[in-house]
């Protein structure tokens, strides 16, 4: 169990340059060990400092030496690791995990928006206040289609699964993923353990009880307005129909106006730029260093690890058929 999003690839990886040497990677650990990213794997800092001083060469041996340490100090013979940004540099984690498998939930964009307007998750210009789920749910299309493209790359590495799939027909879905990951998954030992947000959902709505009927699936019915669901579904409803989610008005049919033409480019046009900025290795050079507070203030994760039972055992590779993924 990590409770926590690594954001490896697209927070840490991009601010301290080439992990190759030694200088950077120390660099990173000093901002890391002192977030909560950190103290969510409940590991030791010295042993973890250690092996990724000595052996991490690059952001994927970073992410992979981290979660090997959780796993066997856990006990666990296999890791999964979930930062949604991820989507955006699927080929960059491919080809420094060479045996990672990628399992894409695809959610409801209209859900999806709701969840990240809640938090104000996207608000890229001064008038965002006020159309908060139309740029979420450009947002949305935006990373899912990136997702894609990436994964597509991928070929029989990379996989597709409903959210919506996965809270109707739990085992059937996990079956499906099981047979990808060559892994077990069964629904009542799972639901039964109740680890992380099986049993504490992670929820932007934090009013909802899980023992008061609380689902995630639809929610967009109570938040949108009849005008701005015509809006979202003019902009984004292609997306939403290539993915077998179904319209109830007619804004896809009709088409955009200009004004919603430029709201959907201005968005997009900023997340490709921002893309690009926090790639670029001279933008990365002249921006302040990252610290642990900005780290904490920007991600997701505990500020504990979970109690769990700490035995030593091997941890394999990545592979089909080997227990690692």
Not at 234 to 246: E, I, K, P
Not at 269 to 276: G, I, Q, R
């Amino acid at each position: 169990m990590y409770l926590a999003e690594s954001n490896v690839f697209n927070v840490l990886a991009l601010r301290f340059g080439d992990l190759g040497q030694r200088e950077n990677r120390r660099k990173l650990l000093d901002v890391w060990l002192a977030s909560k990213l950190f103290r969510a794997s409940g590991l030791e800092a010295k042993e973890i400092e250690k092996t990724i001083l000595e052996q991490c060469r690059h952001a994927g041996d970073f992410l992979r030496l981290a979660m090997e340490e959780i796993a066997r100090t856990q006990g666990m013979r296999r890791w999964a690791e979930n930062s949604p940004e991820g989507l955006l540099h699927l080929p960059v984690i491919k080809a420094l995990i060479p045996d990672a498998l990628v399992v894409h939930i695809l959610r409801d964009g209209r859900d999806v928006a709701s969840s990240l307007a809640q938090v104000k998750y996207v608000r890229p210009f001064p008038w965002d206040q006020r159309q908060g789920l139309l740029g979420s749910g450009v947002y949305w299309e935006w990373i899912v289609q990136r997702g894609r493209a990436g994964g597509q790359a991928l070929g029989a590495d990379y996989l597709e699964v409903r959210f919506e799939d996965l809270l109707s027909e739990p085992q059937r879905t996990l079956d499906e993923i099981g047979r990808f990951i060559d892994h077990d998954l069964n629904y009542e030992v799972i639901r039964k353990t109740g680890y992380g947000s099986v049993s504490k959902p992670n929820t932007s709505f934090k009013a909802e009880s899980p023992s008061a009927g609380f689902s995630p699936v639809g929610r967009w019915k109570k938040i949108f307005s009849p005008q701005e669901l015509f809006r979202f579904e003019a902009m984004t409803g292609a997306t939403l129909q290539q993915l077998g989610y179904t319209l109830v008005t007619d804004g896809a049919s009709r088409g955009m106006t200009p004004g919603m033409r430029l709201t959907r480019g201005a968005h997009r046009s900023f997340f490709f730029a921002k893309l690009w900025f926090k790639q670029n290795s001279l933008v990365r050079a002249l921006r302040p260093p990252l610290t642990s507070m900005e780290i904490d203030q920007t991600v997701l994760g505990e500020d504990h690890a979970p109690e769990i039972r700490r035995v030593s055992t091997p941890v394999l590779n990545a592979e089909r058929g080997q227990s690692q993924d």
